[in-house]
């Protein structure tokens, strides 16, 4: 399904808005225009919140989760950042593996199987598109993914 990227957003962030505690801030650096893409909205819906979801739990202090979505060519750039415990640097990219879950979230008891990510990673990858991580340990942790873009020309016709 065609989708703007930008009011799907805003809609999952408002439900996150609802429901948080208030040490948490949930900042939108959203641009003021449309990012159309094909997704399947359930599918995306499952990734974003499970992104989101991770910076609230990984992030025992609270702390500001920022959003941003940029474009690049054809693509479409989304990036979560959260003030969290971050991740040891040999560890970051082995999040996206099943059942993988860094020694901190096991030794605080934190719940989760270890599957949200690598269930993102295929989501993402079936839709065409990248998923990756930067993170800092004490500092915190941003998770960036790619879409890519429907090209303005023919693409609102159907
Ligand atoms: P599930 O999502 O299946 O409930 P989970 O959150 O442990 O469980 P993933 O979402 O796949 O699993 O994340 C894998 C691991 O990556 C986590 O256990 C945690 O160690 C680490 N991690 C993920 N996101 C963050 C984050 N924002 N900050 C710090 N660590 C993170
Ligand atoms: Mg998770």
Do not use: C
């Not at 974003?48 to 025992?60: F, R, T």
Request: proline content about 2%; cysteine-free.
């Amino acid at each position: 399904e065609r989708v703007d990227f930008i009011t799907f957003f805003h809609h999952i962030i408002d439900r996150f808005e609802m429901n948080k505690a208030e040490e948490i801030i949930l900042d939108r650096k959203l641009p003021n225009k449309e990012f159309f893409v094909w997704m399947d909205k359930d599918k995306l819906t499952q990734v974003v919140d499970n992104i989101i979801s991770n910076a609230i739990k990984y992030s025992p202090d609270g702390g500001r989760i920022t959003f941003r979505v940029d474009n690049n060519r054809n693509r479409l750039m989304v990036s979560i950042t959260d003030q969290g415990m971050g991740i040891a640097q040999e560890k970051v990219d082995k999040i996206f593996d099943r059942f993988y879950r860094a020694d901190k979230a096991r030794s605080r008891n934190l719940g989760g199987t270890g599957l949200g990510l690598a269930i993102a990673k295929e989501i993402i990858e079936a839709h065409h598109g990248h998923i990756w991580a930067e993170s800092k340990e004490g500092k915190g942790t941003t998770v960036h993914f790619t879409l890519p873009l429907i090209k303005k020309s023919g693409g609102d016709k159907r």
